[in-house]
């Protein structure tokens, strides 16, 4: 499936209201993990309350250690403090980079807003270098504009 294929998908997990928020999340995980072939891990962290972290939420891949990062820290980490889309060719030449696996190579991460605060965001690592163009990440801020109405 293209990305104009998984908008309708999109649209119809985000809304139905028989499902919680969780599953709704975790469903939308697993359908991009599924269709698009680069989607290696898939997920979503929120701020932790009032503090100044996130916290792991669905997701799908290989498990992680990183269930709590500071802000700051990592790519999810400066994408809470900048409010901006952080694309990632090559991880291994990023400084601030937390690796979650050998096999990670690239990585991608959108915020998510709800009424205009940076309440979260999600967050894919792939096995293929540099693979993310500007399709994704218009796709994945149409994803997070859904996810933001679920949550708000």
């Not at 030449?93 to 605060?117: L, M, R, W």
Request: glycine share 6%; net charge negative.
């Amino acid at each position: 499936m293209n990305f104009e294929q998984l908008k309708p998908e999109i649209t119809q997990i985000t809304s139905n209201d028989n499902k919680t928020v969780n599953e709704r999340l975790l469903a939308i995980c697993q359908l991009l993990e599924k269709h698009i072939d680069y989607y290696n891990w898939v997920g979503f962290y929120f701020r932790n309350g009032d503090k100044e972290e996130l916290k792991l939420g669905p997701y799908v891949g290989a498990p992680t250690d990183h269930t709590i990062i500071p802000f700051g820290k990592g790519i999810c980490g400066q994408v809470a403090v900048s409010n901006q889309n952080f694309v990632v060719p090559d991880v291994s030449a990023q400084d601030n980079y937390i690796a979650c696996s050998i096999t990670v190579k690239a990585e991608i991460v959108i915020p998510i807003f709800v009424n205009g605060e940076n309440i979260g965001q999600i967050d894919i690592d792939s096995n293929t270098p540099d693979p993310f163009t500007e399709a994704d990440e218009r796709f994945l801020e149409f994803v997070t504009e859904k996810v933001s109405e679920v949550l708000s």
